[in-house]
């Protein structure tokens, strides 16, 4: 081992009894303060930071895995665990984390891909609403659902759908659209609607649909593949719903004119931003954010749409809100699956498609759980519970309520006075006058409440990878607040230290040594004789640069350069093999020969602390820890059972 710590070898031999039976990931691999740590989180550390560009063998892995124990016992004991902060930060991550374990992933992952089919393709549907609220009686929702029955028949007789929905659609935007809803996709209905619409063939007319606004009857006109998103921009003029003509002739003067400029070569955003109506958008040129049918009027949607390519715009066309002029800027394809997940996700979250995938995974628990009602219980609160209770202004009388749970699992349960308070407490959490009805509901809303609290109490002893995630949290943030204490914030606020640090290193970054010179070079290769006897014979003429010239001179051209200032270590190899010192001395350059006179040589001094200032602090970080890690050495006593970490490497070097 290449850890200098105090190790107590735990033999593995004299385990054996003990161990024999355990998995691997269970066995405890090492002590540190008193806290044990699992060979499985060891493995699953070690697999996650295998790097095949730089591996680490297990013992130089171990030694870093010490090191980071070491920091972590010393931050939980300083208190770092029980502070407000920490503890906020861990349980926001636990929450993010347990969502994924609290659903049922099995029917989330059929929606999720259920709603992409749906989002390939785009439905153009008309329907017709009777209104009949969620909390509507029961008389009231028949004699609905009956009016809704006797409309169908008329369209199914032949009478025109846009007629009847005008005379009979509860809908106020009937007045406008007849019923058209125009081409929508995914996620744009309620959801009883959208599974409906997407049931039915071009040409049919449902069965009434019930929805919390009421029942409606839908018939579907067209279908075609999803035209993806288009991103535009537009330039409006507007005409409010009741407008006069006056003013609508007006709008459509003004857009026509534009129109005619554009034509002419005007800019298009320089007209959206003088002219447009839209103010949201027509200081931005008139560029509106990415949709696609369903998320925008359908008759700008539709305009949109029909632009074949990027730049385009359309002539003037008219919606309920006005006049437009569209110019297409981009459009892209429907993505795929994974590429969609993400915000399939998020719409399922927003949607009660989640309480489906909710629903189903209580079920689940209630059969693992082995969930279990008392009938006599229940029977009692249904033929005590009236109007007034429900609406919360009168409470149970306990006296002759049953004693007991009123349902239990695992080793939950509820009893029938909590159940009561609850009630009291909630009040009219359902709108009904059936108490059946009520308490039905208000039962299963506390059991979901608890049986999923129960659930997430267990996530840790049901999921080894939830303790293992949860573990890395825990340690990982104890990891970020003491380093920050200990190194990297201390580094930057210790001035003093910092400055310290530099003075007993500057001289590791120091500035480049180099000479000042003067250098000859004659372009022959043979020609260093000619060179050094020439030097030689013009070296007391005060003319002596215009004579060399001249002798190396034919036709106004010469053979000889000559070249005066700096060059520093590293620019020049043949420089870098003079002796630096002041004097003369001959060598060859780039395969030429040289007479070289150093006039100056400048020796390398360390840089000022302003321009190594990064990287001395850096450099004080790592001395900072070098001496935490030191303390922590003579600190805390590691534990590693030797047999296990043995068992850990064969089992590596296995898979």
């Known amino acids: 081992m290449r850890i200098r710590l105090s190790f107590l070898i735990i033999l593995s031999f004299l385990l054996q009894g003990i161990n024999y039976s355990q998995n691997i990931n269970d066995k405890v691999l090492m002590t540190v303060d008193g806290q044990n740590y699992t060979a499985g989180e060891f493995i699953r550390m070690y697999k996650k930071s295998y790097d095949p560009k730089n591996t680490k063998d297990l013992d130089t892995y171990l030694d870093q895995y010490v090191i980071f124990r070491y920091k972590v016992a010393d931050a939980i004991r300083e208190g770092y665990d029980t502070t407000k902060a920490f503890k906020a930060e861990l349980q926001g991550y636990r929450n993010q984390l347990s ?53 169908r028949e008329r369209i199914i007789k032949g009478e025109p759908f846009e007629q009847v929905s005008r005379s009979t659609s509860d809908d106020p935007s009937v007045k406008i659209n007849g019923g058209n809803l125009g081409y929508f996709s995914v996620f744009q209905m309620i959801m009883p609607f959208e599974d409906a619409a997407y049931s039915l063939k071009k040409g049919e007319i449902s069965e009434p649909v019930r929805t919390p606004y009421g029942y409606h009857i839908i018939r579907i006109t067209g279908k075609r593949p999803s035209g993806g998103k288009i991103k535009v921009a537009h330039i409006m003029k507007a005409v409010p719903p009741g407008s006069d003509e006056k003013v609508a002739k007006k709008a459509e003067d003004e857009i026509w004119n534009i129109y005619e400029q554009l034509q002419n070569g005007a800019s298009f955003s320089d ?114 519970t009236d109007t007034l209770v429900i609406k919360g202004l009168k409470k149970y009388n306990r006296s002759g309520m049953p004693p007991g749970a009123i349902y239990t699992f695992a080793d939950q349960q509820l009893t029938t006075k909590d159940f009561a308070t609850y009630i009291e407490k909630r009040g009219s959490m359902i709108i009904t006058k059936d108490s059946s009805v009520f308490i039905s509901g208000s039962l299963e809303t506390r059991l979901s409440d608890q049986i999923i609290s129960y659930e997430n109490s267990m996530l840790e002893k049901k999921y080894p990878e939830f303790r293992y995630l949860m573990n890395e949290f825990h340690d990982g943030i ?29 001289n590791k970054f120091l500035t480049k040594d180099g000479i000042t010179a003067k250098i000859y070079t004659l372009k022959k290769s043979d020609g260093m004789k000619a060179l050094a006897n020439a030097f030689r014979k013009f070296s007391n003429y005060p003319d002596m640069d215009k004579r060399m010239i001249e002798k190396f001179s034919s036709k106004q051209d010469t053979l000889l350069t000559i070249n005066e200032g700096t060059w520093y270590r590293g620019e020049n190899k043949a420089i870098d093999n003079l002796i630096w010192s002041k004097m003369q001395q001959e060598t060859v350059i780039d395969g030429f020969p040289s007479i070289v006179i150093v006039k100056k040589v ?5 840089l000022p602390f302003t321009d190594v200032q990064g990287a001395m602090l850096t450099g004080y970080q790592e001395y900072l820890e070098g001496n935490w890690i030191k303390q922590l050495k003579s600190k805390y006593t590691v534990k590693i059972d030797i047999g296990v970490l043995e068992e850990i490497r064969k089992n590596l070097n296995n898979e």
């Not at 999720?112 to 785009?122: D, F, G, I, P, V």
């Not at 925008?296 to 002539?315: P, Q, R, V, W």
């Not at 209630?366 to 009692?380: H, M, T």
């Not at 400048?602 to 360390?606: G, K, Y």
């Open 271 to 384: 007209l959206a931003s003088k002219y447009s109506d839209h103010k949201e958008s027509a200081f931005k040129g008139g560029e509106l954010n990415w949709f696609g049918a369903g998320e925008i009027i359908s008759d700008f949607a539709e305009a949109a749409f029909s632009l074949d390519k990027n730049g385009d715009y359309t002539k003037p066309v008219r919606t309920m809100y006005g006049w437009h002029i569209i110019k297409r800027i981009d459009k892209k394809a429907p993505g795929s699956f994974e590429e969609s997940r993400s915000y399939l996700e998020s719409k399922i979250n927003e949607s009660y498609l989640s309480s489906i995938s909710k629903k189903s995974f209580i079920e689940k628990l209630k059969k693992e759980y082995k969930y279990r009602v008392n009938p006599i219980a229940c029977q009692w609160f249904v033929n005590n």
């Open 478 to 506: 104890l990891l970020f607040d003491i380093s920050g204490e200990k190194v990297w914030n201390k580094a930057q606020n210790d001035s003093t230290g910092l400055q310290k640090y530099y003075e007993e290193n500057k």
């Open 602 to 606: 400048i020796d390398a001094v360390p």
């Open 99 to 151: 969502q994924n374990y609290l659903t049922d992933n099995d029917v989330r992952e059929k929606l999720l891909k259920q709603a992409y089919q749906r989002s390939l393709t785009e439905i153009n549907g008309w329907h017709i609403l009777i209104n009949c609220p969620t909390e509507a009686s029961p008389e009231d929702t028949l004699k609905a659902w009956k009016k809704a029955r006797d409309i």
